[in-house]
């Protein structure tokens, strides 16, 4: 057993509205500069519809992730002798087109425009080459909300693969929000696909990492990410990535995009896992065996032993109450409403998902359907396929879906019983089995998903920092150790 | 200790390698860390600072902004609102992506960071005074000299800007002012601000300056649509709504036109998390917007038939709950807090039963004091009729019993008969209006109706408003003759299966909708809520969609109640520091009355937009008939101005101060003789209404200030009108006149005029359409670099802005930039304006004793000789009016004396002399010599506030409790524990800045906050037995008007969409050029930006597709042989838009979305249509004004300022679409 804390999120997509704000203050504070423009560390993706960059998920293409090859954990793109071959050229790397050619507009013309004809007008240009365009083609949110309709929805890998399951038309129209950011894997495999090493995962907190000293800027980082969250900057040559907001984390504070987040769906928290675990983990033949697989690697935070064994490998008091008292254990862990993310590509996420509801479909009028009890519609009339969720979060099984909004549904019918009435007792006890849960575990349920008090979302120990280079030092001279070498006149500062 | 290597080695270090783990598949992290210094070093930040952002939104989110070597850059939420309490979502994080890209703007190319003046102006004006004419003299010599204004006027909106000095702006501002009061009135001096809450300071900069001169200052709320005239009509209120953590509350919550998600953003959440306590969601809307992503059903109502869907709703509640079974607590409501149980007269005309006025006291005695405005019940215990307390004459009389207290003087209690279905003296067959098919029928449905006698023994027949909701909504009670409908009857109204013939719903699930609506309501005591806004408002009939909707959350007694009621979400904003604010904002404290006019009215007749009316077809016509219906409504808005209902300015064709001076020569010997006199002038057709000759020069609003407000790029409707006949620039406007209707009243002689203002002025930091038409734009400081204070209704707290960086280059605050202007203005009024004296009118005030001038409702003209001119009474108001011109800098920075007599609103008085007291400690008092001196100074933006927040109730407690008291006086009721606890309270601005502060409760709202308590409206109504501000002091389903009942309106009916356009008949239509499809035009509010703020970013228009875009369906796409992200161009007799089309099977066919304001300044090229620069989203657009918002002088129906008057709708439209085929950007 080797113990390794790792702080994660939680995404619960029934709350998200859509809004992109952690997209925006997150690129205000990472990524808005020459070099980083199309780069957004977190983005929101419409569903269904093809995501940033297009498609994405298409493994096939962009041949990112692992897959089981003779049984033995690979990398899709290919082990060192293959990327040699394309370090000229690399075929499965996506381009502007799947991202976009980031533009913006000539408004300086808007005021100093000459006296003209016609009402002055700043027109689109590209920050690429700052040359006038006609109009943008594409974006990282062009299909918002169902833009593009069935052409955009089409390009969807998932509704690829799923077409007798969605139609796309007015009354039957569904759509949900998907906010991503890196994945911080325990199994990364842009780490793995880095011929300079220069990506790395940090033992402290799993925090994934370029070191931008020892990037070269050869890229394999970007196709190897299965989630594509590995961006070029064609400025300063180098990866860059989600750094999950390690200056705040290591002050205790969330992340820049849960911080902001306005659906407050967001939760951080610590969880402990089993370092060797890992590689079994990602390595189970069956794809839909991997969620179960990947939960057998966390480690229960109140087991005596576990605590004993984290002790041993440096984790704090601090950080072990934090992983007991961690949203992220309890959503995913315990009470297992919240899933990872493409869990087939083997890459154990650790930004965990809670799968939405979605309003019944309107052909449903058979007045004993509606009347459910407390007025909540079932799981199975949601108009959201249980099908997608389940190709999305689950490797492609249903029950695990079906669990999920099942578990969300008798929390609200339990509340709707505690708060209103109305609802058959009988009705709800089946519902509560069926569940698979308690009436304690639904309130509990209700008020971390609902209450969702601000330090009940982020349980986040600051960084551990003493193991740091001495900081008796740097608590004078950090920022400005060039003004203030470490050497000095004397005596010489006390080392460790 | 930090270790130096040589380039090598560092190179190779990552060579290294570290432990093996986990079997030799993975190694810890041997490397050196230095690189993380980079982002450490980008987080790292100089010091963090509150403020928000001040856009017309009423998310109000308080915000960090945060520094670093000096720049601005970046914004997060601030998290530290106030707690809810256990057990309840917070606020935290208020915010939104778009607030989020706020900081783009600082340093942005758009920045307007210098004054900036059309070139052609500025030639113009440096030759005069080159030649030495002093400023007023060179202005004049420009202004009145046709070929000179035509030079400038004519370049307007063709870019050639040049830069200019402060000073000099400023003077030419001053000169025009000055030289327009002294030529045309005061009153050509117009101001538009919208949405004081967002920066209250801001907006009271210029509006105090326009009221200290006598400008006009335009209304907003009325002019967005945004005003839902059933409020007004409802409540006597203007708006007022539930916080958005009262959504949490809910038990029961339909989302029914507003996009929560979408709109209200930082508020959502508490609707998404009240799901995880159980509440049902419903979302009701005509296409799959955000919201329904949260809903548990989706209803999906085509657009504009929501009424008809409510309505069925009102039938089901009215059947399963009222006849079917009684539920005890909707009764009870129903008997004291609606106006269910007052009994209204029958009209009988032969065999035409019509419902008429409500039954007043005075009808049955002549003991009761204003009697014609006290209404009467049936008392079910004891057999006879009764006057409750709290009706409109209660509020008047000068006695103590204006409450909803059902108590009599000798203990026992009115017990008000609901129905008399059980003691009818006779059964009578009353006739309805029917509009929901073209040539619509009437509806006859039997009542049961009650004899009484009047007060000169004549038998009258009356019946309950009850009565008449039942028999209307096709309810069956087993009276003979009335339609039985049933459920699944789809030809009689109002049942579920009627309406899904117009909504498309399915009949079971509307049903099922309402049935649980109000078993919820009756299981929680009234938690059921419905949100509603702009899809639901915006239409012309928008009234009855309301009050259709109002009929479930009144008939389940669920407004008044925490988790119940209406939540209006469209443009309703809330200035919680209300009393203070308007005094600031008015100049009341100086005693100089402002003109307060509607601006629907305004622009409808300065834009021209009255002369391009659609004539309703004769085949439209309904048997019911309607006088009122049939006028022209510029004949109706100039009629409502005759008889004092709405405001109207400018006022009259004659100078307003050369009224007085003339009256004087002519022997005037006071101030009365002078309105006698003006009187007999009007009268005699010598004095004459402005508002009835708009084209003629004499009329033109002169100098316009835009402030805060992108008037042109965004709230502009009909936009094209605007840019042809108020500007004089370039326009698209494709209709005729000759083929349009024509008023009657209004002079309409000759061509319509181009360019009728002298001069434009925008402030503003970044260049918008309004500054591209402007002739001066000002450069404004930014919301992260001034000082202000914001609130709104969807939360209960008041916070600030505070300056993160001094204003760069030249900007300056609003405040500044006023104070400015009011200097030299002062100046140069010293030689050219001295102290005038001139002639107002105003209004018959709501919440006057003006609102019962005109009793019964009855519409009598003077100019018809039906009734005496009498002003105040038949027609406006009049007064003198001293306007010390020279003075208003003094009092433009001082607080005058006037305060110490008491001020407030809403017939609420607050003790001027200890707030006077107070303001004199905390602003210091004014050294600078002249009528300010010793005064309470006011010189600095922070001063303002700091006098805002000592003179209101909701941030100072002594003002809240001295509110409460006066309110005490009136109604006879205990108030005062409503604030009490918090009578220490005093926020300062520092105190803001520390942390937002919880409003206390204030008499000029009606929610409760004490106990840290969700503000939901009307609960100090329902829990202290307050009257709402209506004739029977009661929530109203009827409206008695004479001319409500003409239009049929008088209970809350259905009426479809127009269906206007795209052309008129006999119209020059555009070229064929391919295929075309003619759809409804909607503009619902988009998602990134708010209107056309924060869409001009970067971000915003990367997270999308750039501007500008107009959603439809992808079938009809196809139909046109246009693919997604294709040119299109939309067009109709008003204008012309070039965009780009996304495609979606998210919306249904027929209906295209421009979401609203993305402003033409990006990416827009030309029309081929008309070779001119596409439009906006406006540019399709014409109001269209329902003459019932226009009555006036009528108990809640009075007017007040943003709370009636006619709203500028344009929902009702139809456009054509077709693909632009060529791109041509007309850069020559």
Not at chain 1, 25 to 51: D, H, I, L, Q, S
Not at chain 2, 818 to 829: G, N, Q
Not at chain 2, 880 to 897: A, L, N, Q
Request: proline letters at 6%.
């Amino acid at each position: 057993m080797r113990i390794k804390a790792q702080v994660a999120m939680v995404m619960h997509l029934d709350k998200c509205i859509g809004c992109h704000t952690c997209s925006v203050t997150c690129k205000n504070t990472w990524t808005n500069r020459p070099g980083a423009e199309y780069m957004w560390f977190n983005n929101v993706e419409t569903r269904p519809g093809p995501g940033y960059p297009k498609q994405w998920e298409d493994t096939k293409r962009f041949k990112g992730g692992w897959f089981l090859k003779n049984g033995k954990l690979s990398l899709r793109a290919g082990g060192p002798m293959s990327k040699l071959t394309k370090i000229f050229y690399n075929p499965n790397m996506a381009t502007m087109e799947d991202y976009y050619e980031p533009w913006t507009y000539d408004y300086d013309h808007l005021i100093h425009s000459p006296k003209k004809k016609h009402l002055p007008v700043a027109q689109p240009k590209s920050m690429i080459t700052g040359q006038y365009m006609d109009k943008p083609e594409w974006g990282p949110n062009w299909d918002d909300d169902l833009a593009g309709g069935s052409e955009s929805v089409l390009m969807d890998p998932t509704v690829q693969k799923l077409q007798e399951h969605i139609s796309m038309e007015y009354e039957k129209t569904f759509m949900m929000y998907l906010p991503r950011i890196c994945e911080h894997c325990l199994n990364p495999s842009c780490v793995a696909s880095c011929p300079s090493g220069a990506l790395y995962k940090r033992d402290e907190d799993g925090i994934v990492l370029v070191d931008h000293d020892s990037c070269r800027g050869w890229r394999f980082c970007m196709n190897g990410c299965p989630y594509h969250k590995v961006y070029y900057n064609w400025n300063t040559h180098k990866a860059e990535k989600c750094n999950f907001c390690y200056p705040r984390t290591e002050a205790g504070l969330p992340t820049i995009c849960s911080e902001t987040c306005v659906g407050r769906i967001r939760y951080i928290g610590v969880v402990l896992y089993d370092a060797d675990k890992v590689k079994d983990a990602a390595s189970v033949e069956d794809p839909q065996d991997l969620y179960e697989a990947q939960l057998g690697v966390f480690c229960d935070p109140f087991d005596p032993e576990v605590i004993e064994e984290a002790r041993k490998a440096g984790i704090n008091e601090e950080w072990i109450k934090s992983a007991q008292d961690s949203p992220v254990y309890k959503m995913a862990m315990k009470w297992k409403i919240a899933l990872p993310l493409h869990p087939e590509y083997r890459t154990l996420p650790m930004v965990w998902y809670v799968p939405p509801l979605s309003p019944i479909m309107n052909h449903i009028t058979n007045s004993e359907e509606l009347q459910t009890d407390g007025y909540i519609p079932a799981v199975d009339q949601m108009r959201i396929p249980v099908e997608y969720l389940a190709s999305i979060l689950s490797a492609g099984d249903t029950d695990v879906i079906r669990q999920v909004l099942l578990k969300q549904t008798a929390m609200r019918v339990h509340m709707r019983a505690k708060n209103v009435g109305g609802v058959d007792d009988v009705a709800e006890s089946q519902l509560i089995e069926e569940a698979d849960t308690t009436v304690e575990e639904l309130e509990d349920m209700a008020n971390l998903l609902g209450v969702a008090k601000y330090n009940e979302r982020f349980v986040i120990p600051t960084g551990r920092r003493e193991m740091d280079d001495d900081l008796q030092y740097q608590q004078g001279a950090c920022s400005i150790e060039e003004l203030a070498p470490p050497e000095g006149v004397a005596p010489p500062i006390q080392q460790r | 200790m930090k270790k130096y290597e040589n380039k090598l080695l560092q190179n190779l270090r990552h060579i290294k390698r570290g432990n093996k783990i986990d079997g030799g598949w993975a190694e810890e992290t041997p490397r050196p860390r230095d690189s993380e210094q980079y982002y450490r070093k980008r987080w790292a930040y100089d010091k963090v600072v509150r403020s928000t952002h001040g856009v017309n939104c009423t998310g109000s989110c308080s915000w960090a902004v945060y520094v670093k070597d000096g720049i601005i850059t970046s914004e997060t939420q601030q998290t530290d609102y106030p707690s809810t309490g256990a057990d309840f979502p917070e606020y935290e994080p208020r915010g939104c992506p778009r607030g989020a890209s706020f900081s783009w703007y600082t340093y942005s190319p758009i920045r307007v960071k210098f004054p900036y003046i059309r070139g052609d102006l500025y030639e113009l004006w440096k030759a005069e005074r080159e030649q030495g004419y002093d400023p007023v003299k060179a202005w004049e010599n420009i202004a009145a000299d046709p070929e000179k204004r035509a030079k400038y006027v004519r370049a307007r909106g063709k870019g050639g800007f040049v830069r200019a000095h402060w000073r000099e702006v400023c003077e030419i501002i001053a000169s025009s002012t000055i030289y327009t009061i002294k030529t045309y009135g005061p009153d050509r001096v117009v101001g538009f601000s919208p949405i004081p809450a967002m920066s209250m300071i801001s907006y009271a900069a210029g509006s105090r300056f326009l009221s200290l001169i006598g400008g006009t200052i335009l209304s907003f709320y009325d002019w967005y649509a945004d005003l839902p005239p059933a409020s007004p009509q409802v409540w006597g209120e203007q708006t007022d709504v539930p916080e958005s953590a009262d959504w949490y509350n809910s038990k029961y919550f339909i989302i029914w036109g507003t996009n929560l998600p979408q709109t209200r953003t930082p508020d959502a959440h508490f609707m998404v998390e009240a799901r995880y306590n159980g509440t049902k969601v419903v979302g009701v809307s005509p296409d799959y917007a955000e919201y329904e992503k949260f809903a548990d059903v989706w209803l999906p109502a085509r657009a504009g038939t929501d009424g008809a869907l409510a309505l069925a709703m009102t039938h089901v509640i009215l059947k399963e709950f009222y006849v079917d079974q009684q539920i005890p607590y909707f009764i009870d409501y129903a008997k004291t807090y609606t106006d269910l149980p007052y009994l209204v007269m029958l009209n009988e005309n032969d065999d035409d039963v019509r419902s008429d006025r409500f039954l007043r006291a005075s009808d049955v005695n002549d003991q009761h004091e204003l009697g014609e405005w006290k209404t009467v019940v049936w008392d079910e215990t004891i057999q006879q009729l009764e006057i409750p307390n709290g009706s409109q004459g209660f509020r008047w009389d000068g006695g103590n019993q204006w409450n909803l207290d059902l108590q009599k003087e000798d203990g026992t209690m009115i017990n008000p008969l609901l129905s008399f279905i059980h003691q009818a003296d006779e059964h009578m067959q009353v006739n309805f209006p029917y509009f929901a098919t073209k040539q619509g029928n009437i509806v006859q449905r039997g009542i049961p109706v009650k004899h009484v006698q009047d007060k000169d023994g004549n038998r009258k027949k009356v019946t309950t408003v009850y009565d008449l909701m039942m028999a209307h909504m096709g309810v069956s009670r087993g009276i003979p003759g009335d339609d039985a409908a049933h459920y699944d009857d789809p030809d009689h109204p109002y049942t579920p299966a009627w309406q899904e013939s117009l909504t498309g719903v399915n009949q079971t699930q509307a049903a099922q909708v309402a049935r649980e609506f109000a078993d919820n309501a009756a299981r929680t005591k009234g938690k059921s809520m419905i949100a509603m806004g702009g899809g639901t408002n915006h239409w012309f009939h928008s009234d009855h969609i309301y009050r259709s909707i109002l009929n479930l959350v009144l008939l389940t007694g669920s407004q008044g109640v925490n988790g119940g009621g209406w939540a209006h979400y469209v443009g309703q904003e809330k200035v919680r520091p209300i009393e203070g604010w308007q005094q600031v904002a008015f100049a009341g404290d100086w005693a100089t009355p402002p003109r307060h006019q509607n601006g629907t009215s305004f622009f409808y007749f300065a834009t021209d937009q009255h002369r391009y009316e659609v004539k309703p077809e004769e085949e439209e016509e309904t048997e019911w008939g309607s006088k009122y219906a049939r006028m022209h409504p510029a004949d109706v808005n100039a009629m409502s101005a005759r008889l004092g209902w709405l405001p109207s300015y400018p006022q009259f064709t004659q100078n307003s101060i050369d009224l007085v001076n003339e009256a004087r020569e002519r022997g005037a010997k006071d101030n009365q003789a002078i309105v006698d006199d003006v009187v007999e002038q009007i009268k005699d057709n010598k004095v004459n209404w402005s508002i009835e000759d708009p084209d003629n020069p004499q009329n033109f609003p002169r100098v316009l200030f835009n402030w805060r407000s992108n008037l042109l790029g965004d709230s502009g409707k009909g936009h094209e009108y605007f840019a042809k006949h108020l500007i004089g620039g370039e326009d698209q406007v494709m209709s005729d006149p000759e083929q349009s209707w024509q008023p009657d009243s209004v002079n309409t002689d000759g061509e319509p005029p181009e360019g009728k203002v002298d001069l434009l002025v925008s402030i503003d930091f970044r260049m918008t359409s309004s500054g591209l038409f402007s002739d001066i734009v000002l450069p404004a400081a930014t919301w992260y670099e001034k000082y202000d204070i914001s609130s709104t209704d969807l939360h209960p707290y008041v916070h600030p802005f505070n300056a993160a960086i001094n204003p760069p280059w030249e900007a300056k605050s609003d405040w500044d930039t006023f104070r400015e202007i009011s200097k030299v203005f002062s100046e140069l009024a010293e030689d050219h304006l001295p102290a005038q004296d001139e002639l107002m009118t105003r209004p018959l005030n709501h919440d006057t004793k003006a609102e019962i001038a005109q009793p019964y409702g009855k519409i009598k003209d003077w100019r018809e000789g039906e009734t005496e001119a009498v002003p105040g009474k038949t027609m406006p108001s009049m007064q003198v009016v001293h306007r010390d011109y020279p003075k208003v800098y003094e009092k433009m920075t001082t607080i005058g004396p006037n305060i110490k007599n008491g001020y407030g609103g809403k017939g609420v008085t607050i003790d001027g002399e200890p707030a006077y007291k107070d303001l004199l400690e905390r602003l210091g008092k004014s050294k600078r010599e002249g009528v300010g001196k010793g005064q309470p100074d006011m010189h600095e933006d922070k001063q303002a506030i700091e006098a805002i927040l000592t003179m209101s109730g909701a941030t100072n407690g002594k003002r809240a409790v001295a509110s409460w008291k006066s309110l005490e006086a009136k109604t006879g009721q205990n108030l005062s524990d409503i604030a009490a606890g918090r009578e220490e309270e005093a926020w300062t601005m520092d105190d803001l800045t520390a942390q937002p502060r919880h409003s206390i409760s204030t008499a000029s709202w009606s929610g409760l906050e004490k106990d840290n308590r969700r503000y939901s409206p009307f609960t100090a109504n329902t829990e202290y037995l307050i009257p709402w501000r209506t004739l029977t002091g009661r929530q109203s389903f009827y409206l008695d008007h004479e001319m409500m009942l003409d239009y049929g309106e008088g209970l809350p009916l259905y009426r479809p969409p127009l269906t206007h356009g795209p052309y008129v008949k006999g119209e020059k239509e555009a070229e064929e050029n391919g295929k075309s499809i003619t759809v409804r035009y909607l503009t619902p509010h988009q998602k990134w930006g708010i209107h056309t703020m924060f869409t001009d970013t970067t971000p915003m228009a990367q997270l999308f597709r750039g501007w500008q875009t107009v959603w439809m369906n992808e079938e009809d796409g196809a139909s046109i042989d246009i693919k997604d992200n294709d040119w299109i161009e939309v067009y109709n007799r008003n204008g012309a838009i070039a965009a780009r089309v996304v495609l979606t099977y998210r919306i249904p066919r027929g209906s295209a979305y421009m979401y609203h304001a993305q402003d033409r300044t990006m990416g827009v090229p030309g029309t081929a249509i008309n070779k001119q620069r596409g439009g906006t989203h406006n540019s399709v657009t014409r109001v269209t004004v329902k003459p019932t918002h226009m009555i006036g002088g009528y108990s809640q129906l009075s007017y007040g300022f943003n709370y009636t008057g006619p709203t500028g709708q344009q929902r009702d439209t139809m456009a054509i679409i077709r693909a632009l085929k060529e791109v041509d950007w007309l850069e020559d």
